[in-house]
């Protein structure tokens, strides 16, 4: 079945230091979703990307969409302690579910 | 006002026995989905509703049953849990294709 592969798994950055992290899948992808789940919290819709090469920022944060709609990343500029969480992508293909990426667990210190 | 309820939020038993998980939402969505997050925090579909009808049911025990009395609601019942059902379940709603709306979870402990 389809899978989506996230990476880093874990992140430390200092507080001010850049995040990246990256999602990749073998198909190409009708969406992309970004998902934000706090400690001890419940998965947040952050973002959708749908276009080829398409590019959406929310203040820090940078979303983009590879153009074989195969990959994609988020990006935190100058990361703050309140970025902590684990940030999820999920994607998938035409009549299924969400299939989500194991997430990459961001920490940062002060 | 909240979008996706579930309750309970903590649930704590002996292998065995049989619980359930309520989940109801009023965003009117006529989708509602089961995921299962273990303790590496890998969220897992397990199933699917539409409007009260099964879409999705991915490999899970025949011990979990899910149940959808209508298209608000779907409440997961499992049967002679093992120390392995031990995870957080998420119940969550959307539209298609829309982003998914996630309930707070229930902590489900296994002893």
């Known amino acids: 079945g389809q899978q989506v592969m996230q990476i880093p798994q874990y992140q430390h950055v200092q507080e001010g230091e850049d995040f990246t992290t990256y999602c990749n899948s073998s198909?190409?992808?009708?969406?992309i979703q970004w998902y934000k789940q706090r400690p001890g919290g419940h998965p947040v819709f952050l973002i959708q990307l749908v276009k080829s090469g398409e590019v959406k920022k929310q203040k820090r944060l940078t979303f983009q969409f590879g153009e074989a709609k195969k990959n994609s990343s988020l990006h935190i500029t100058a990361t703050q302690t309140t970025d902590v969480g684990t940030y999820f992508c999920?994607?998938?293909?035409?009549?299924?579910?969400?299939?989500f990426g194991k997430g990459t667990t961001l920490s940062v210190s002060s | 006002d909240t979008a996706v309820s579930q309750t309970p939020k903590y649930l704590v038993t002996q292998m065995g026995n049989d619980k359930s998980i309520k989940c109801e939402q009023n965003?009117?969505?006529?989708?509602m989905y089961w995921y299962k997050q273990d303790s590496k925090k890998f969220l897992k579909i397990m199933f699917s509703?539409?409007?009260?009808?099964?879409?999705i049911n991915e490999t899970v025990p025949n011990r979990f049953s899910p149940k959808s009395p209508d298209k608000a609601h779907l409440n997961l019942h499992i049967n002679s849990l093992e120390l392995g059902d031990s995870a957080v379940y998420f119940c969550?709603?959307?539209?298609?294709?829309?982003?998914?709306?996630f309930g707070n979870g229930t902590r489900l402990t296994v002893t």
């Open positions: 198909t190409t992808l009708s969406n």
């Open positions: 969550a709603s959307n539209d298609p294709q829309g982003p998914l709306h």
């Open positions: 999920a994607a998938n293909q035409a009549g299924t579910a969400l299939i």
């Open positions: 965003l009117g969505h006529d989708t």
């Open positions: 509703y539409n409007n009260k009808e099964l879409i």
